[in-house]
């Protein structure tokens, strides 16, 4: 049977000191690991709270003051704490180098860094929460947010110092996939999961500085009452959402696009078949990062910017609609005939088709000028945010833990219980958030702390969902964490997958690779080669 | 770390040779001072846009600038960016002393370009030519005159901040050069924090004509 390497990038070299100062890609995306695992932790039980706030109309159990701190700190903390950063640094961190055949990333010092600076940020973001929690929304709105007595500066602050934790993530993947891949691994014979990261990174490096001269904009703004913000001073409260949107539109597709490349993994390996269209869909994923600076406006229809404006950024936002679907159709094609094996991480694959589509579908109503008029603000907004965030980006990435979860600690977690799990946070999602599209479209507005009582129904029902969906992770947590200790031992390559990462050693040495692997065939051609597979069916 | 296989000792583990190092520490660079140029990109969106709206208030106001201070310093930063090209030219040809002259002058040109800033922030500040609420000058026609002095102390203090980790930077670059880092073969330090240096002067270039020119 397959046994555990004696010596692994977990166990060489040992003691608190050699983690904390390590420059290796696989321990720096492990270290990412727990401590976004910590924010979203922290972030899914103030949206459990939320929830159970809504439950029924009036105050349950906290005050309004209270609520507006928590759905702020659920998005500031989701958003920039997690999901940002979620896919590329810890899987990206962990899987990039390994896929292109390569010892580490181009900066291993910067990377180290970057993880420190997301410390740092998250510091910041932690002492907001004690220190008078914002109450602005995770978008921190001029003029509420230079207004408000609660702590936008230290939040801001945290999200300023985030960003150049991206941006280091993203100079380092783009440098280390233009340089650093193995002999012989043409552009066309990436993984897709590289591609999709290389679409981040350019998103990550472009959008991001934008980002950090708004927020340092605000801080000032705040601080100072120069009035660039301020129309009574002359300044313009819009342009601080121009500026906003310019980076924060971009940025779901940072969250987004990574994900997509896993998906287009886990269709592939779970199918047993070569990927369709593998150049349409590396090409749509840099399709998809131009499109996204292009159509910021969609999010201020109703925000006073002018007609004609309104009228292009709504046109441009359909084209989004192109690329997605020309990954999602490719997808499809891909299981059409394979033999499709429905092990976890293709379970979560699945859900991503099912979710991220109604997500996409509803982004293209939000797109059309006169009904987002109508459902501008409302749950309608929230659930399809969520749809495509949670249904897209989360799935996807749950998909990548428990596809590359062998490779990283050498053993497998229980698919019984991984397939129970899968199933409620699958069902808990969808009673969650599904709900929610019924409840925008009759006009319930988002962010409110109070509702009618004809919108009661709805929310308790989101409520109930909420519950499943947190039992869900709760079981995750703990078979994740059991499969440590006891999980069977995995092998080289538990799911015949023919990409680099699963040539080497379950958990790799130190340096990856005995030798640098050579590129001898596309990293889909199930059709020419047999992969040999290290761990059978039960 | 030294490798027993005969590769020179500056040469990182995870490269296959020296030039994949070069190649990839000069890649690096380029994107970050893409990140730099949209990082301030911002800030030129907010100057058209508020120029745009008061162009008359941007005109009255930047009299008020001194022409002599700004032409002044952007003699100073182009020279400062000659030498450190000399700097780099020397290091590629092995030329310890001349390196560590012309960084030295480097970074006092950058010291001077703070220098004068000093004196043109104080006399603003003196008489109250200054942003948003700060502001109490009385000589400027119009509504908001403020709003000039706003997008100046941003533009230019957030290049002068720039200034100055570039001086920090070119510090140790000096001490590294004292200590022989560098040598005709690696120089890549020095090389792209030129590149870096260059950047802070044309941003200047851009900021010197907006602002003290718009006339
Ligand atoms: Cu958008």
Redesign the pocket.
């Known amino acids: 049977m397959n046994e555990l390497p004696t010596k692994s990038y977990l166990n060489d070299p040992k003691g608190l000191k050699s983690w904390l100062l390590t420059l290796d890609h696989k321990r720096i995306g492990l270290l990412y690991l727990f401590s976004i695992m910590a924010a979203f932790a922290l972030g899914g039980i103030f949206a459990m709270l939320i929830r159970l706030e809504l439950l029924s109309p009036g105050k349950d159990f906290m005050e309004a003051d209270t609520y507006n701190q928590l759905f702020t700190l659920h998005g500031a903390i989701m958003i920039f704490l997690f999901i940002i950063p979620s896919i590329p640094a810890i899987l990206g961190n962990f899987a990039l180098p390994l896929m292109i055949g390569a010892k580490d990333v181009a900066f291993p010092r910067l990377n180290l860094a970057s993880w420190y600076i997301y410390i740092l940020g998250s510091a910041f973001a932690v002492y907001s929460m004690v220190a008078g929690a914002a109450d602005t929304g995770w978008t921190f709105y001029t003029p509420y947010s230079t207004e408000t007595t609660t702590s936008v500066i230290s939040m801001t602050l945290g999200a300023f110092i985030l960003g150049f934790s991206s941006i280091f993530t993203g100079l380092n993947f783009i440098v280390t996939i233009h340089k650093l891949r193995s002999p012989g691994m043409s552009w066309f014979k990436m993984p897709l999961f590289v591609w999709g990261l290389y679409a981040t990174a350019i998103i990550q490096v472009l959008a991001t500085p934008v980002l950090g001269i708004t927020l340092l904009l605000l801080i000032i703004e705040r601080v100072a009452g120069i009035g660039i913000f301020d129309p009574a001073m002359g300044g313009d409260p819009v342009l601080y959402q121009h500026f906003f949107w310019f980076y924060s539109?971009p940025a779901?597709y940072i969250m987004i696009l990574p994900g997509m490349g896993i998906i287009s993994e886990l269709i592939s390996v779970f199918s047993n078949k070569k990927i369709f269209g593998y150049k349409a869909i590396a090409f749509s994923s840099l399709g998809i990062a131009f499109v996204s600076f292009l159509?910021?406006g969609?999010?201020m229809f109703v925000s006073g910017q002018s007609e004609l404006a309104a009228m292009i950024f709504s046109f441009l936002t359909f084209f989004v609609g192109i690329p997605s679907g020309i990954k999602v159709f490719n997808w499809v094609t891909t299981m059409y005939r394979g033999s499709i094996s429905l092990k976890t991480p293709m379970l979560y694959a699945l859900s991503f088709l099912f979710l991220f589509t109604i997500g996409g579908l509803t982004g293209i109503f939000l797109g059309a000028l006169s009904v987002d008029v109508h459902l501008h603000d409302t749950y309608f907004i929230v659930a399809h945010f969520h749809y495509v965030m949670m249904g897209g980006t989360v799935m996807a990435f749950l998909g990548g833990v428990h596809y590359w979860w062998p490779k990283i600690w050498g053993r497998m977690y229980s698919e019984l219980w991984a397939r129970i799990s899968v199933a409620l946070i699958f069902v808990g999602f969808n009673v969650t958030f599904f709900s929610q599209f019924i409840l925008g479209s009759q006009g319930m507005p988002r962010r409110y702390y109070n509702y009618l009582d004809q919108y009661q129904p709805l929310h308790a029902f989101s409520t109930y969902g909420s519950w499943i969906l947190g039992l869900g992770f709760v079981i995750m947590a703990v078979y994740l964490v059991h499969s440590l200790f006891k999980g069977r031992v995995a092998g080289s390559n538990p799911w015949g997958a023919l990409t680099f990462e699963w040539t080497t050693a379950s958990p790799p040495p130190h340096e990856n690779f005995a030798t640098i692997p050579e590129t001898t065939h596309g990293p889909y051609d199930f059709d020419k080669i047999v992969p040999k597979r290290t761990l059978t069916e039960d | 770390m030294a490798q027993a296989t005969g590769q020179p000792h500056f040469l990182q583990h995870h490269f296959t040779d020296v030039e994949q190092q070069r190649e990839s520490a000069k890649l690096g660079m380029w994107i970050f001072l893409i990140t730099e140029v949209l990082l301030f990109g911002g800030l030129f969106c907010a100057y058209a846009i508020y120029r745009s709206w008061n162009p008359d208030i941007f005109h009255n106001a930047h009299v008020h600038l001194d022409i002599f201070a700004g032409t002044l310093n952007t003699v100073v930063l182009i020279t400062s960016s000659v030498t450190m090209a000399l700097a780099i030219r020397s290091m590629q040809l092995g030329n310890r002393p001349a390196t560590l002259k012309f960084l030295i002058t480097t970074l006092l040109l950058a010291a001077v370009f703070l220098v004068v800033k000093y004196f043109e922030y104080s006399h603003k500040i003196h008489l109250g030519q200054l942003p948003g609420k700060f502001y109490t000058f009385g000589g400027i026609e119009g509504t908001n005159p403020h709003i000039f002095f706003s997008v100046y102390f941003l533009m230019t203090g957030l290049h002068g901040f720039h200034v100055l980790a570039g001086m920090g930077v070119i510090t140790w670059l000096i001490v590294r050069t004292q200590r022989n880092a560098f040598s005709a073969e690696y120089y890549t330090p020095v090389e792209m924090t030129g590149l870096y240096w260059h950047l802070v002067d044309l941003i200047w270039i851009f900021l010197f004509p907006l602002f003290y020119l718009v006339g």
């Open positions: 539109h779901v159509v910021w969609h999010h």
